[in-house]
């Protein structure tokens, strides 16, 4: 009953956003994925209004400046390549009087976008551009009994046009302009989630949560905003071995995604995120490129604990957010602080 729901949601879905047919299809080649080494990073402790157990969201720059925000704290955070953690700068002191910068989107020409906790309907978003400071754009969209602002994300298009989610709809930037591309998406507007977008190669990928009638269980879904269609990776059952490092690996859509969480792509437009094995604290790093090759990297086996290593010797939980930079390391913020990911190999 619940893979029939399903079904019969990703369909409409589909058919109110464009259909995929077997034209559109990408046979998979095969994977060529390493394995993945998990490392704490430390040396945070002394930096001034910083928790690094309390990152809220994470976003590189193309130059490789990370970018985060914390719990509890008014400031957006930079550090540098060669780590030097500074802090951005406000055009105005009150910009975040009665808020807090939550989640952060790299939009074109390195626009970091930034949301607040609250952020009231007047301001679509935050904007900061490197040697600039923090500054509020107007919420075109805002009606006179908005309260909140609506935005679902904000990324950018290969031609350099800024994308921006809103509300249940999206939009491309054209001049001073907010052009209606594609409506009705399954977009979370006003989101309390770090990291559950991610734009590489063309395509905007994306946590989706169904009612509550269906106990939140999450899809991976994705739309390209060139052909303004949406793809949808649903649930599906699989009979294999939980207990097998590379569970449910293999070749969409036979392959398997459980329970998504955090979110991050490259540029190339592999896809890099965490599932949970049905609920049983089993959390796994795992990367999906665009011809529909799904492997897990790290993770997986140990449960609900933090644990350094490579591949199957990895432990993960409570994530907050997560990152790529152009060299392929992930950032990973966690409970117990910062850590790194990446291959095996370039260790």
């Excluded at 807090?100 to 904007?127: H, W």
């Excluded at 994300?153 to 939009?171: P, T």
């Excluded at 799904?294 to 990152?323: C, K, P, R």
Aim: with cysteine; glycine share 10%.
């Amino acid at each position: 009953m619940k893979q029939f729901i399903y079904t019969v949601l990703t369909l409409s879905l589909l058919f109110s956003c464009g259909k995929t047919t077997e034209e559109d299809a990408i046979e998979p080649t095969p994977d060529s994925s390493t394995l993945f080494t998990v490392e704490t990073l430390t040396g945070f402790d002394n930096i001034e209004g910083f928790d690094v157990t309390g990152i809220r969201s994470m976003v590189f720059d193309s130059k490789d400046n990370l970018y985060f925000t914390a719990d509890g704290s008014i400031n957006v955070f930079k550090m540098s390549p060669d780590g030097t953690m500074t802090t951005l700068p406000y055009s105005s002191e009150d910009i975040f009087k009665f808020d807090r910068p939550s989640n952060l989107f790299m939009g074109a020409n390195d626009e970091l976008c930034i949301t607040g906790y609250y952020q009231k309907a007047d301001v679509l978003y935050f904007s900061y551009k490197e040697g600039g400071e923090i500054e509020a754009v107007p919420n075109p969209f805002a009606g006179p009994d908005d309260f909140y602002s609506l935005i679902s994300f904000l990324s950018s298009d290969e031609a350099g046009n800024n994308i921006l989610g809103y509300n249940s709809s999206v939009y491309k930037a054209e001049g001073t302009n907010w052009v209606k591309i594609m409506d009705d998406i399954e977009l979370r507007g006003f989101q309390t989630e770090g990291n559950i977008f991610a734009t590489g190669g063309g395509r905007n990928y994306f946590k989706l949560v169904w009612s509550e009638a269906l106990m939140n269980d999450a899809v991976l879904a994705y739309f390209d905003a060139n052909n303004q269609k949406v793809y949808v990776h649903s649930e599906t059952f699989s009979f294999g071995d939980e207990t097998a490092f590379n569970y449910g690996d293999g070749k969409l859509p036979e392959a398997f995604i459980d329970e998504v969480s955090l979110l991050t792509a490259n540029a190339e437009g592999d896809l890099y995120f965490f599932d949970e094995i049905d609920l049983s604290g089993r959390v796994r790093l795992r990367k999906l490129t665009m011809d529909g090759q799904l492997s897990t990297l790290a993770g997986g086996l140990i449960i609900d604990s933090n644990v350094d290593g490579t591949g199957s010797e990895a432990g993960f939980q409570y994530l907050s957010a997560m990152a790529i930079n152009s060299k392929g390391e992930i950032y990973i913020s966690c409970s117990d602080g910062l850590r790194l990911a990446k291959e095996a190999s370039s260790n």
